[in-house]
Every structure is written in C-alpha cells, then in structure tokens.
C-alpha cells in the first residue's frame, strides 16, 4: 500500500470523522458514506476524561469543543412534587468536559469537510474482498473499488452484517431503552439538570449552555421491546405509553416529544464480538464495542481512530498487522467501558420503590466532596484504559 490508498469509512457519526481526519494525516484517501441526507448534529451530553483529553489537544480541536462546553452544574433529584431529593456535583455526570454530541459532530466534520469526500443519502449494500481490494456497491452510487473498508457506522452496523453476519449474533440487550430530544426549556432550568423516577422509569431533564431549549430523556425498563427503527411514529407511542400517569411534569414532556424531528431512540445494548476484523474491512467505535451510556463509548471511539490511522500508517498499509495492534490496543478500554455501562439502566431507571431509595442513597453518598472525587476516578476506568501512544514521525510520512 501506499500513499493513495483508499480506505471508505460507512458512517458520519463520531467515529467516522475522526478517522478521516488522522487518515489525511498520515496520507491516506478517505471517503465517508452516511445514509441520512445530512449531518446528524443531534443527541444528549457527551464527555471527555483523562488521557481522551489528549486526542482532542493532538487533533487541534479542544480549544473548540471547550468553547462549546456545555457549563452543567449540578443534577437534582426530585419528587413527585419537584422538591430536591439529593444534589449530585456535575463531576458526576460531565466529567472534565462536556459538550452536546451534535456540537461535537459539528467541529468533527468542519474539521475534515475540505480533505475528505463525503457521500450523503447512501450506504453500502455489498462488499466483496478481492486479491487487491473490495469491490463495494451502494444503494444509489455507482460501484467502487477500495483498499480498505472501515465500519463506523453505529451500533446498528451495515459494515458488520456484511462482514460479519447478522446483529442478533453480537448484539446484548440490557433490558431498558432509551428516548432522548431536545424542546423548549419550558422548565426553566439554567445549567442545571433534574432526574425524576418512578418504578422502571426514569426522566432525565437539562439546559445549559443555550438557555432557551432542554434535553429531556426518557429511560425505561423495557425487556422484551421489539419495534420498527425506521418509525418514529411508533416509537414516541412506545414512550408516551411507557411514561402515561408517570406524575410530576412528564406528560408536558411527553406532549413536547410528539413536537420533536430529533427524537434519538434505542435499547440499553451492547456489542460484543471476538474480533474486529475480517480481511480488509475493520470496526470502529459502536459498531465494534458499544458500551451503552456510562461507557465512554465518544471518547473511546476517538482514540480507536486515532490508533488505527497510527497504526496503519506504522505497518506501511499492511493492514493485517494495524488491524490486529489496533484491536490489542481498544480491547481494554472497551471491556471497561462495558462493565461501567451495564449499570447506567438499573441506575437511572430502578425497577422498583425500594432500590429508588437505594440508589438516592448511593447518590447522596457520591455527592459528598470526598466521593465525588472517588466517582470521578471510577468512572475514568475507561477513558484512560487506552494510552494515547506516540507514533513516529516516521510512520506519518510513509503515507505522505
Ligand atoms: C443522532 C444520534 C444521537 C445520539 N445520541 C446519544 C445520546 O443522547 N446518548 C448517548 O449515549 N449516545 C448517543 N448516541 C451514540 C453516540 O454518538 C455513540 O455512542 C458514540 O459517540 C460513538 O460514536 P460512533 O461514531 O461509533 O457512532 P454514532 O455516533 O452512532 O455514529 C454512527 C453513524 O453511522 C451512521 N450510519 C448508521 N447506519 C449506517 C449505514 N447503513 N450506512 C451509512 N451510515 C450509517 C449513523 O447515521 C451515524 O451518523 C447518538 C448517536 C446518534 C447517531
């Protein structure tokens, strides 16, 4: 391989931008494929901790997303009636830095908009692995060839069922789903947040930086839910039948969602598989190790890409050998991200009156300055599971 090899990226999300970005770096040609029309410049909070600090400093974009840090203060437990339960610091939630994933999707692809090819309103519907390359074909694109394949497509991967086989095989549901939008901050909340719980459910309710609009959750048991990806018809009935006579102020909520086109909707999962690769197509972020919220699943993905670009411009393109040291790399940081989100459901969203209490408890707990403290270091488990190796100077201008 070398200086113009090829490499398509399926999905504009996080994962795919930033891979892009550290492909140009080292040399390499990316195209990014996203199916929907346009940028998905959506969802909730997302944080940065530890050594994850490190990829945004070494992309030149951490100036950026602190200027569009979110600011969150503290998350209030409340009852029924609105009145505070327990106050959890914003160490808790927000980690070092936190910023709204639609704004972090935003710099990700201004950042790489000029050296990178983008096809939107498309996705891969065959890949075929020849002696030099896979041939690939798209739903409406002509067929092209390309070195190599790269899925970061999301927990709902194409690259993965193609290469892979089918998502039942990888996939482990956690027994909750979860629907989140934004809406009028009708609450009036100024850089603060509320969490309301009965039995199963669980209300999630922020605003900060833009003082005028909200991000509202919904978490809920849900341990047998089937339902239709593609209709949002169908999945705001699902929430608004999950959440009818929850009490508090969640039927305003719930009337508010009816109004949304941003609704983001899926199950508590995970993905779990023995290897990321197969031939000249590999895995990144969700679509190879999502986490599920807690799970440091963006900055995960950030760092995955920064490795794979590294490590495919140290192998010289012999993408046999980045491929498997890529992986030995992730693997950690995934497995911890994992065992740290198994827990986000039951502890958003516990399933009865009794374990509520309990966990108001362990939050009340959390929030003394001591264990606040404590948290932020357990939940830092993952982010810095992964070092952000050094790659030679050399390795960048075997590409360039
Ligand atoms: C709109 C949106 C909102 C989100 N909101 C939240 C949230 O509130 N909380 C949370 O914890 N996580 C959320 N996530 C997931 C979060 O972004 C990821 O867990 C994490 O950032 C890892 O990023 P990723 O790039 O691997 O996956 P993602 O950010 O999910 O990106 C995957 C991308 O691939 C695209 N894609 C999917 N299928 C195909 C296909 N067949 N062909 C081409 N492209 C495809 C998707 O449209 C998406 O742009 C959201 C994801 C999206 C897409």
């Known amino acids: 391989m070398n200086s113009s090899t090829t490499v398509l990226i399926s999905g504009a999300g996080i994962a795919g931008p930033s891979l892009a970005y550290w492909l140009r770096c080292r040399g390499f040609v990316p195209t990014v494929v996203e199916q929907a029309p346009g940028l998905r410049d959506s969802g909730g909070a997302v944080d940065f901790r530890g050594v994850q600090l490190e990829v945004l400093k070494r992309m030149g974009i951490l100036e950026a997303v602190r200027a569009s840090e979110t600011g969150m203060g503290a998350e209030v437990v409340i009852d029924a009636d609105g009145r505070p339960l327990v106050s959890l610091p914003s160490e808790f939630f927000s980690g070092e830095v936190e910023i709204e994933r639609g704004d972090l999707a935003r710099i990700l692809y201004d950042l790489t908009e000029d050296t990178t090819e983008y096809v939107f309103g498309d996705t891969i519907t065959s890949l075929t692995e020849t002696a030099d390359g896979v041939d690939v074909t798209f739903r409406h694109g002509a067929p092209r060839t390309f070195d190599l394949v790269v899925g970061a497509d999301g927990m709902h991967s194409v690259v993965r069922r193609l290469a892979f086989g089918d998502e039942s095989g990888f996939r482990k549901d956690m027994g909750y789903c979860y629907a989140g939008f934004t809406a009028p901050n009708h609450l009036g909340l100024d850089h603060s947040g509320v969490i309301y719980n009965v039995p199963g459910r669980g209300v999630l309710v922020g605003s900060s930086r833009d003082s005028s609009r909200a991000g509202v959750g919904f978490i809920f048991a849900a341990p047998e839910l089937t339902y239709d990806r593609h209709d949002q018809a169908q999945q705001k009935r699902i929430v608004a039948d999950a959440f009818a006579e929850a009490g508090w102020r969640t039927g305003e909520l ?76 992730l693997r950690p940081g995934a497995k911890v991200g994992q065992k740290q989100a198994k827990g986000a459901g039951p502890f958003l969203a516990p399933r009865t009156e009794k374990k509520i209490r309990r966990r108001n408890r362990v939050y009340k707990l959390l929030s003394l300055r001591l264990m606040a403290g404590f948290f932020s270091r357990m939940a830092s488990g993952a982010a810095n599971a992964v070092p952000v190796k050094d790659y030679p100077e050399t390795a960048v201008l075997v590409a360039a």
Not at 286 to 308: H, Q, V
């Open 254 to 329: 719930v009337d508010l969602m009816q109004d949304t086109e941003d609704l983001y909707f899926d199950t508590l999962s995970q993905i779990h598989m023995d290897r990321w690769s197969q031939g000249r197509t590999v895995l990144l972020g969700d679509s190879a190790w999502c986490a599920g919220p807690g799970g440091s699943g963006t900055g995960l993905a950030m760092i995955g890409a920064y490795i794979l670009a590294g490590e495919l411009a140290a192998a010289r393109g012999d993408h046999r050998v980045a491929f498997a040291r890529y992986e030995e790399q």
